[in-house]
């Protein structure tokens, strides 16, 4: 009898445990370290227990993403966090996870004595993303400094991180607003990594966050980019605490073994370079923080972004159902 009722309970977790597995997740993300730890995800099968497949799709531009996030295809996004604020005051039903991404920007020059924003005055500058949040935030930063960053800039604006390196690598500017793993790719194909050279042709100056927190008087963070849930997640609880818990152990992972990290995405993204990946894993600062955990920094931020150009959040603060629970 005894053993009759184990076996009963034993076909009963079985079919309530087949149950709760959905048939596919897709995770998305763009070519940017947000998404690195999904790829880990999809390699390792660290959600075998909630799904029968799960697939990374590389978003590559904003209109991709877009099309992603209307035909609904997408369970699981990366997205900067300025980009889930907007969809969500534009009506998609999306709401934040997590934050994971708190420093990634920064400048490249070839003046080794240009440290900080303000050193930059006068200089011509390659920006990525005209009126989105690299540029954004490093207006905010020099009006803090009493600097105008129309006037006291030259300010070439180009579509991508990417643009802006190969103007550089090309020579045709001399500094450059660049995302990481952009600044790590572009020393090491200029030959400026500083183990290598004695003379480099390119320098790292300030990251962005650094200054960021000088001038606001704040710690040195940025909630930049993190993992959003796209959807009704009515029922879906279980998947995505799943989902949480399996993104901070690969984003651990990935911190910890650069060089396996760097090879494995670069297999899945062959538009990045393994060397300046790795290099570039330890530059970026990685944390990942619960979207209520982090409520308080991102409402910050998002205060600073609307006040410069409310378009980039949709126009208002989102309320609090954007913060999933």
């Known amino acids: 009898m005894f053993k009759t009722s184990l076996m009963i309970l034993g076909i009963l977790s079985g079919v309530l445990f087949a149950e709760s597995k959905v048939d596919k997740l897709v995770l998305a993300g763009p070519f940017?370290?947000?998404?690195?730890?999904?790829?880990?995800?999809?390699?390792?099968?660290?959600?075998?227990?909630?799904?029968?497949?799960?697939?990374?799709r590389l978003w590559k531009n904003p209109d991709e993403l877009r099309a992603l996030v209307l035909k609904g295809e997408v369970d699981f996004i990366a997205v900067p966090t300025n980009v889930g604020a907007n969809l969500y005051n534009k009506g998609i039903d999306i709401k934040l996870l997590n934050v994971s991404v708190w420093g990634i920007l920064g400048l490249l020059t070839r003046d080794?004595?240009?440290?900080?924003?303000?050193?930059?005055?006068?200089?011509?500058?390659?920006?990525?993303?005209?009126?989105?949040?690299p540029d954004i935030i490093f207006e905010e930063i020099v009006k803090r400094y009493g600097l105008d960053p129309k006037k006291d800039f030259k300010l070439?604006?180009?579509?991508?991180?990417?643009?802006a390196m190969q103007l550089l690598i090309m020579r045709r500017v001399d500094h450059a607003l660049l995302a990481e793993p952009a600044i790590s790719i572009a020393l090491r194909k200029t030959g400026s990594f500083p183990l290598k050279l004695v003379a480099p042709d390119l320098y790292r100056s300030n990251m962005l966050e650094n200054e960021w927190g000088e001038v606001?008087?704040?710690e040195a963070?940025?909630?930049?980019?993190?993992?959003?849930?796209?959807?009704?997640?009515?029922?879906?609880?279980?998947?995505?605490?799943?989902?949480?818990e399996a993104y901070k152990s690969s984003l651990a992972w990935y911190k910890e073994n650069p060089k396996e990290a760097s090879k494995m995405v670069v297999k899945a993204i062959p538009m990045l370079?393994?060397?300046?990946?790795?290099?570039s894993i330890s530059r970026v600062?990685?944390?990942?923080?619960?979207a209520q955990e982090a409520k308080t920094s991102l409402q910050f931020f998002f205060d600073v972004l609307q006040q410069n150009n409310p378009k980039v959040i949709g126009g208002k603060q989102p309320s609090d159902g954007f913060y999933y629970q």
């Open 32 to 56: 940017a370290t947000v998404s690195h730890p999904l790829i880990h995800m999809v390699e390792s099968g660290a959600l075998k227990d909630v799904a029968k497949e799960v697939e990374f």
């Open 112 to 133: 080794k004595n240009l440290k900080t924003l303000k050193d930059f005055k006068g200089k011509e500058i390659a920006m990525p993303f005209r009126s989105d949040m």
């Open 156 to 163: 070439r604006y180009v579509a991508t991180p990417i643009d």
């Open 216 to 218: 606001f008087k704040t």
């Open 221 to 244: 963070k940025i909630p930049e980019a993190g993992m959003a849930y796209l959807g009704k997640s009515e029922g879906k609880e279980h998947i995505i605490r799943r989902f949480l």
């Open 273 to 279: 370079e393994a060397e300046g990946l790795e290099d």
């Open 285 to 290: 600062q990685l944390e990942a923080v619960l």
